[in-house]
């Protein structure tokens, strides 16, 4: 029998801001989407305090101006590194396993079978806490949707943040309590559909009859039914490239002028071309987008997209940045005040894999300017050099009013330490 363990960040975003900021600890704590608008992650404080997920962040500000609340903008830069910081120091106990989000990682815990499971589990979790600052709930079954059950109880009705679901005594106490809907994998239009042939909860579900679920359902919930019943058909996965990257943000005020659209759109393939070339990959064309604030209703409205297929695959920024402007220039209308725009890298490919087109021209040297590029942002920080396109001023730029400091990736916002010298009596 195999055996999985789901590690989980307790509330990560949260939790990264607390890392270097101890005051913080037994304070609500909520973080913003972009440009500050609208609530996308709670402490456990900010949840008590009522904060429902997606409140725009005007209707609570009163209580960050009265200090029970406090407010971050989205530091992606200082979540991917902490959370990169998790997932190595998770290597070292469990080298197999499977990176599933920026706050999630599954283990085969099956080498370890002849261990106490939860006193390893436990010995992880203080590691983790000791080593990164950031506190994780570890749930144990026999299958990863199992596991996934099992962190939620570990998450919520235990002081120890540890939980096995293995035992069959116990397996179906907590399958009988425990909602179709929040089953992995089951979202609410699943769960309704489910309801109505009277199957309300996980328990009833690993009891229904296979046949009616493959004659209603997918061989994905053939699936989640096998793996309520503890048989593992959703093996661990390896990290596979993305088969599109996506890069785009609401700007920082709505923008009229074509010049500004450019440099935001040009700065946004720039960041998705980086992706590209950090996971060794081609891409073979784009796809761009714009549009207005369709929530303005007293404003005129207007979006379009477009689609470029390039001659042959590349990842060169500058030659992509001139593609993604002149597809922008066919859908730009004036007369409109624009909210967002941005670009997707389409049909990408290995790098070792290259298609060339017999009549252009070779572009040799174009692979070792992106690596020159790639490799100074990656010494001296991001943007330390970058394409003229993607403008100085960016008055476009996304809103940040309450950023914390980047405090493990960027030089100038290092932790500060303060000795106070203790005076003689």
């Known amino acids: 029998m195999s055996i999985f363990a789901l590690v989980d960040c307790n509330n990560f975003y949260a939790s990264c801001e607390r890392v270097f900021n101890p005051h ?21 404080e900010a949840k008590k305090l009522g904060v429902p997920m997606g409140a725009p962040f005007h209707e609570w500000r009163v209580l960050c101006d009265k200090k029970k609340l406090y407010a971050f903008s989205s530091n992606y830069a200082l979540y991917g ?6 997932m190595s120091s998770l290597q070292y106990f469990c080298p197999e396993m499977e990176i599933y989000s920026i706050d999630e990682a599954f283990l085969s815990l099956d080498e370890y079978k002849n261990k106490d499971l939860l006193l390893y589990s436990t010995q992880i979790r203080k590691s983790i806490k000791k080593w990164t600052g950031i506190p994780v709930s570890i749930g144990i079954g026999p299958t990863k949707t199992l596991a996934k059950i099992a962190n939620r109880v570990a998450k919520k009705n235990t002081a120890e943040g540890v939980f096995d679901i293995s035992p069959l005594s116990i397996r179906k ?25 009277n199957i309300q909860t996980a328990l009833e579900l690993r009891h229904a009859n296979l046949k009616m679920i493959r004659t209603h359902f997918s061989v994905v919930m053939e699936r989640t039914v096998e793996e309520l019943r503890g048989i593992s058909c959703i093996p661990l996965e390896t990290i596979q490239p993305r088969k599109q990257i996506m ?11 074509l010049n500004e659209l450019e440099e935001a759109l040009s700065h946004y393939a ?57 597809c922008l220039g066919k859908i730009f209308r004036p007369g409109f005040r624009y909210q967002k725009t941005g670009i997707m890298l389409l049909d990408l490919s290995p790098q070792t894999i290259k298609q060339f087109d017999l009549f252009l ?18 010494n001296f920080g991001k943007d330390s050099l970058f394409i003229a396109a993607e403008g100085i001023q960016r008055s476009w730029k996304t809103r940040c009013q309450h950023m914390s400091r980047r405090y493990t990736t960027c030089w100038d916002e290092l932790a500060t330490v303060f000795a106070k010298r203790k005076s003689k009596k």
């Open 173 to 197: 106490n907590i399958l009988e309590q425990f909602p179709v809907e929040d089953i992995w994998g089951i979202g609410f239009r699943l769960a309704k559909r489910l309801k109505e042939l």
């Open 361 to 378: 021209p070779r572009r040799n040297k174009s692979e070792l300017l992106m690596q020159t590029l790639d490799s100074i942002n990656e």
């Open 24 to 44: 913080l600890e037994g304070k609500a704590i909520v973080v913003l989407s972009n440009n500050d608008g609208c609530v996308v992650a709670r402490s456990n």
């Open 270 to 326: 720039a960041r998705a071309c980086v992706k590209l070339r950090k996971q060794k990959s081609l891409t073979g064309g784009i796809s761009i987008f714009l549009h207005t604030n369709h929530f303005r209703d007293n404003e005129p409205q207007y979006g379009n997209s477009t689609t470029y297929k390039f001659s042959e695959p590349t990842c060169d920024s500058s030659f992509i940045i001139n593609a993604a402007k002149k």
């Open 81 to 86: 590194d902490m959370s990169h910081r998790v």
């Open 247 to 257: 890069s785009s943000r609401s700007f920082g005020k709505l923008v009229t002028d």
